[in-house]
């Protein structure tokens, strides 16, 4: 079964400084998804990236980019420029490439990201 | 569009109660989920419907129900509340391999 795991259950970083979660995964699949959502207080899941594993390119979003490193089955999240709104619980989620219950997403337990004025 | 929309945003059972989650989404998706997420962990998923008129149980579909009457809504169901299941539940659907879009979430205790 796949698993995602988060390893930093908090981090804390200064406004305007860089700041990077990890997340590792276990999958047998060669095609699949992986995404980062944010949860601020307000409890609603937004997307903040989505990266398809058979694309080599590191998905970038403004100040939000991803390191997915394949082989390593590491997929970690740089937030460039801190700001005070990217407080917020993220999680890290992998989907697999078929429909149905593969089609699930499949969660990490978080990373509680303060940040610093 | 409004989106995936939950009701109620609150609610509190007593032991052996039932209600029914709403959710409803206006994206013609033919994706469904039920998720609950309990304090400091991620989401697990429940139940998931990948058309109208077809379900299957997730990871946690204990002492739950859906149903998918229409394309637009995906209704859970608690029969007998526990404490156990108090939780933040979440809906959300998605059109296929793309991401999926998150309800606002409904937060319920059971005492």
């Known amino acids: 079964a796949q698993t995602v795991t988060q390893s930093q259950p908090e981090m804390s970083v200064q406004e305007a400084e860089t700041v990077t979660l990890s997340c590792t995964y276990d999958?047998?699949?060669?095609?699949?998804?992986l995404f980062w959502y944010k949860q601020p207080p307000s409890r609603q899941m937004i997307l903040v990236i989505r990266q398809e594993a058979y694309k080599q390119q590191n998905a970038t979003e403004n100040r939000f980019s991803v390191n997915f490193q394949k082989a390593a089955k590491s997929f970690s999240l740089k937030i460039s420029d801190s700001q005070l709104g990217d407080a917020a619980m993220y999680f890290c989620a992998y989907r697999g490439p078929y429909g149905g219950s593969q089609g699930n997403l499949i969660f990490g337990k978080g990373t509680k990201l303060s940040v610093k004025p | 569009n409004a989106g995936v929309t939950q009701t109620p945003k609150f609610r509190i059972l007593k032991i052996g109660q039932s209600m029914t989650l709403q959710c409803t989404q206006d994206?013609?998706?033919?994706?469904m989920y039920w998720y609950r997420q309990d304090p400091g962990m991620g989401l697990k998923l429940i139940y998931y419907?990948?058309?109208?008129?077809?379900?299957d149980k997730g990871e946690v579909p204990n002492g739950y129900n859906v149903s998918r009457s229409t394309t637009e809504d995906f209704p859970l169901r608690l029969e007998l509340a526990a404490p156990s299941q108090t939780s933040v539940y979440f809906c959300a659907s998605s059109p296929g391999t793309n991401e999926q879009f998150f309800g606002p979430g409904t937060r319920l205790t059971v005492l």
């Open positions: 999958t047998s699949e060669s095609d699949y998804y």
């Open positions: 419907s990948v058309g109208a008129g077809i379900t």
């Open positions: 994206m013609n998706h033919n994706y």
